[in-house]
T-cell receptor, first 114, second 112 residues
Framework: NAGVTQTPKFRILKIGQSMTLQCAQDMNHNYMYWYRQDPGMGLKLIYYSVGAGITDKGEVPNGYNVSRSTTEDFPLRLELAAPSQTSVYFC?????????????FGQGTRLTVV | DAKTTQPPSMDCAEGRAANLPCNHSTISGNEYVYWYRQIHSQGPQYIIHGLKNNETNEMASLIITEDRKSSTLILPHATLRDTAVYYCIVRVGGNQGGKLIFGQGTELSVKP
């Protein structure tokens, strides 16, 4: 199993450009999450999904869009990139069970908007 | 908002036990307490979780008070590689739904 795979690992965008951060998991997990982490700060939840076709906003959703057409994939779309979106982005997946379960994280995408 | 509070930083001597506290006074009866850590800027790594009984695995022990309003993560013999930010988390919205919300965590420095 590859776990949670994020692509790309690094990206530099110009202000106003758009891009999609890819996230894929091969564990058949129902929940998936997107977080951003600014330097020296904790992780902030952007969007999450409880299953294919269902998404919901997290703490900081403005400037982002998501979709979940399959169980495996949860792409994050940035429209009109701004310097404030310079951050490290983490994707995670989790199978929600009665007895609790661990979330698995990808290694992150480091995005710089200039 | 996160449902937990932690001290921002702690130090520990190498080879000694590291005891990381967490307050979760609003926790509900069926909500689990989770611990994750983040080394440098890598993706967070799961450590352990528990409901009301103490738990132990190969990485750590989790002690939850009887009233469940606080817990302590114990790394029994801390090494330099345990230097990381440790996050204590209670899911916002319950175990069967809700969201995984991170607080600010505790930055643990293990010193030689």
């Amino acid at each position: 199993n590859a776990g949670v795979t994020q692509t790309p690992k690094f990206r530099i965008l110009k202000i106003g450009q758009s891009m999609t951060l890819q996230c894929a998991q091969d564990m058949n997990h129902n929940y998936m999450y997107w977080y951003r982490q600014d330097p020296g700060m904790g992780l902030k939840l952007i969007y999450y999904s409880v299953g294919a076709g269902i998404t919901d906003k997290g703490e900081v959703p403005n400037g982002y869009n998501v979709s979940r057409s399959t169980t495996e994939d949860f792409p994050l779309r940035l429209e009109l990139a701004a310097p404030s979106q310079t951050s490290v982005y983490f994707c995670a997946s989790q199978e929600i069970r009665d007895r609790g379960s661990e979330a698995f994280f990808g290694q992150g995408t480091r995005l710089t908007v200039v | 908002d996160a449902k937990t509070t932690q001290p921002p930083s702690m130090d520990c001597a190498e080879g000694r036990a590291a005891n990381l506290p967490c307050n979760h006074s609003t926790i509900s009866g069926n909500e689990y307490v989770y611990w994750y850590r983040q080394i440098h800027s890598q993706g967070p790594q799961y450590i352990i979780h528990g409901l009301k009984n103490n738990e132990t695995n190969e990485m750590a022990s989790l002690i939850i008070t009887e009233d469940r309003k606080s817990s302590t993560l114990i790394l029994p013999h801390a090494t330099l590689r345990d230097t990381a930010v440790y996050y204590c988390i209670v899911r916002v919205g319950g175990n069967q739904g809700g969201k995984l919300i991170f607080g600010q965590g505790t930055e643990l420095s293990v010193k030689p």
